[in-house]
């Protein structure tokens, strides 16, 4: 162990390293309910489009080249940050490899080597993620089939804040729907009843608020 964390912090592994504490820090604030999975992230329309915020400088140069790209390496079907992080483990891995049975301790020598261990960490996470293209397909479904569910009473099962994602259970033609949900103002317990009220597509989750019924 001791010598693996000696080897992170060599300096022809440290942008390795760094990259890959980068995105441990992530989902450390995902656990603990600071930042949502789809905090960052971008989309891809089926016309291939590429969204971001701001805009689009009329100089008649195509994004379809990049659009395929991304759709290529999955991005648009899961979120950007499931994709970076299966590209920076195995870099950080291959650089760590790399650089012990080669004997390298320079920098620069390692930033070299960089770019292969890149490219091949791209196409080691695009079929890492193909189990995870089919899980938000199937999740992209369920909020499809949950869309009936605004409106609906539900019973909250997980506690939930403005900012703490919970769940809730709405019976929909007497079948049990299990919805992500947060709270729109006061927070909710297990066990209350809640109106579903809308749907937030950036934290893909639904809004509910306390509900009593007459």
Same mark, same amino acid.
């Given at each position: 162990? =001791?010598?693996? +964390?000696?080897? *992170?912090? !060599?300096?022809? %592994? /440290?942008?390795?390293?760094? @990259?890959? &504490? #980068?995105?441990?820090?992530?989902?450390?604030?995902?656990?603990?309910?600071?930042?949502?999975?789809?905090?960052?992230?971008?989309?891809?329309?089926?016309?291939?489009?590429?969204?971001?915020?701001?805009?689009?400088?009329?100089?008649?140069?195509? =994004?379809?080249? +990049?659009?395929? *790209?991304? !759709?290529?390496? %999955? /991005?648009?079907?899961?979120? @950007?940050? &499931? #994709?970076?992080?299966?590209?920076?483990?195995?870099?950080?891995?291959?650089?760590?490899?790399?650089?012990?049975?080669?004997?390298?301790?320079?920098?620069?020598?390692?930033?070299?080597?960089?770019?292969?261990?890149?490219?091949?960490?791209?196409?080691?996470?695009?079929?890492?993620?193909?189990?995870?293209?089919?899980?938000?397909?199937?999740?992209?479904?369920?909020?499809?089939?949950?869309?009936?569910?605004?409106?609906?009473?539900?019973?909250?099962?997980?506690?939930?804040?403005?900012?703490?994602?919970?769940?809730?259970?709405?019976?929909?033609?007497?079948?049990?729907?299990?919805?992500?949900?947060?709270?729109?103002?006061?927070?909710?317990?297990?066990?209350?009843?809640?109106?579903?009220?809308?749907?937030?597509?950036?934290?893909?989750?639904?809004?509910?608020?306390?509900?009593?019924?007459?």
């Amino acid at each position: 162990m =001791t010598e693996v +964390l000696l080897a *992170a912090i !060599a300096p022809p %592994n /440290l942008i390795p390293t760094g @990259l890959l &504490v #980068f995105v441990l820090l992530y989902w450390l604030t995902v656990i603990v309910g600071l930042l949502d999975l789809k905090t960052v992230d971008l989309s891809i329309s089926d016309h291939n489009h590429f969204y971001y915020d701001g805009h689009i400088p009329h100089d008649g140069i195509s =994004t379809s080249w +990049l659009n395929g *790209a991304l !759709a290529f390496f %999955n /991005l648009g079907r899961i979120p @950007l940050m &499931v #994709f970076l992080s299966f590209v920076f483990l195995p870099l950080w891995a291959g650089s760590v490899l790399v650089n012990y049975y080669t004997g390298n301790t320079s920098l620069l020598l390692g930033l070299a080597f960089l770019l292969p261990l890149f490219i091949g960490s791209l196409f080691v996470a695009k079929f890492l993620t193909l189990p995870f293209v089919r899980l938000f397909t199937a999740l992209e479904k369920d909020h499809d089939a949950g869309a009936v569910a605004i409106g609906k009473v539900c019973t909250v099962l997980l506690p939930t804040t403005t900012e703490q994602l919970g769940q809730a259970s709405v019976r929909i033609d007497g079948a049990p729907l299990m919805l992500n949900v947060r709270s729109t103002n006061a927070p909710l317990a297990k066990g209350e009843t809640a109106l579903v009220i809308d749907f937030d597509t950036a934290r893909r989750c639904y809004l509910i608020e306390p509900y009593n019924a007459a």
